[in-house]
């Protein structure tokens, strides 16, 4: 049975408390008549598909312990990496090879190395920008406010952090959490094109412009390309603000989740496409 207006409403409503902890936002624009053609669609299913995840990916992801590895400041970046990392076919023996890169600057200053994490085969991937310090401290990405902001962006149209992969452009921590360098930004970006390459996602959500330039090897405005799809190199691309952008402006919040349902429309539609 399709939702009416008000049902959508209090839909939005409690997307909006999840992710403030209270009712703080509402704005009164309709959202698009785009959006507003495909929702009574997306809400035909009351129940949410599951992905086709088998239980012993997610398991075996979770309880791979992390290698002990020396601080890689006093390295060349030759003896860094391991030459044969391109010829990787797992993500754990990627991760174990670049682990100690010096490639750029912020190999000397990191805490942790942080390579991303989630469903090896996962059919989305989450592409953010680089670890904070939240990240740095604890190796996995997206795990400070942001991060949290995510994992509830997710939750909300039915995805959770172990059905995707969640990744950044860097795998360094920028001091004080700047913007990567176009130098860092390319030495690090072979490493998540190989990620992709392993991975092999039918979908990826790109969170803010250093991620959507990165990809797209160009630089966007964020309100021309959110909420459309594009093609990564045949891979179904979707952009939206990065959570750290809605933690400073709240009203950001309204177009991610209108992306984030047209992501999972587009998501159900390829699973039923694929059955
Ligand atoms: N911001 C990012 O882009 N990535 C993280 O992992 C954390 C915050």
């Known amino acids: 049975m399709n939702k009416n207006v008000l049902d959508q409403a ?3 409503l409690e997307y909006s408390k999840n992710l403030s902890g209270e009712y703080l936002f509402f704005e009164t624009k309709p959202i698009s008549a785009q959006l507003a053609a495909d929702i009574p669609q997306l809400l035909t299913n009351q129940e949410v598909p599951t992905l086709p995840i088998k239980k012993e990916e997610i398991a075996e992801t979770k309880t791979t312990a992390p290698p ?5 400041s006093s390295l060349h970046y030759e003896e860094s990496v391991d030459p044969t990392w ?3 076919q797992t993500l754990p023996e990627l991760k174990q090879k670049i682990q100690n890169c ?4 912020l190999g000397a200053t990191r805490t942790k190395f942080v390579f991303g994490e989630g469903n090896p085969n996962a059919d989305i991937m989450v592409i953010g920008e680089a670890p904070g ?3 740095d401290a604890q ?4 795990v400070g406010r942001a991060g949290q902001l995510l994992t509830k962006i997710l939750e909300s149209v039915g995805f959770s952090r172990e059905d995707v992969f969640i990744g950044n ?3 360094y921590r ?3 959490n700047r913007r990567p360098t176009n130098e860092e930004v390319a030495a690090c970006e072979p490493y998540l094109i190989k990620q992709i390459e392993i991975i092999k996602p039918k979908f990826i959500l790109a969170l803010g412009l250093t991620a959507a330039d990165t990809l797209f090897k160009k630089s966007h405005k964020m309100g021309d390309i959110r909420g459309k799809l594009f093609s990564y190199n045949g891979i179904q691309t979707m952009v939206t603000y990065h959570p750290a952008a809605l933690l400073r402006n709240p009203a950001w919040k309204k177009p991610v989740w209108e992306d984030v349902q047209l992501l999972r429309k587009l998501y159900d539609d390829y699973l039923s496409n694929n059955k």
Do not use: L, Q, W
């Open 139 to 142: 190796g996995m990405p997206f």
């Open 174 to 176: 920028p001091p004080a």
């Open 133 to 135: 310090a939240d990240e």
């Open 102 to 105: 010096v490639r750029c600057p």
């Open 169 to 171: 452009i860097n795998k």
């Open 86 to 88: 391109k010829d990787s």
């Open 10 to 12: 209090i839909d939005y």
């Open 68 to 72: 002990t590895v020396p601080h890689p």
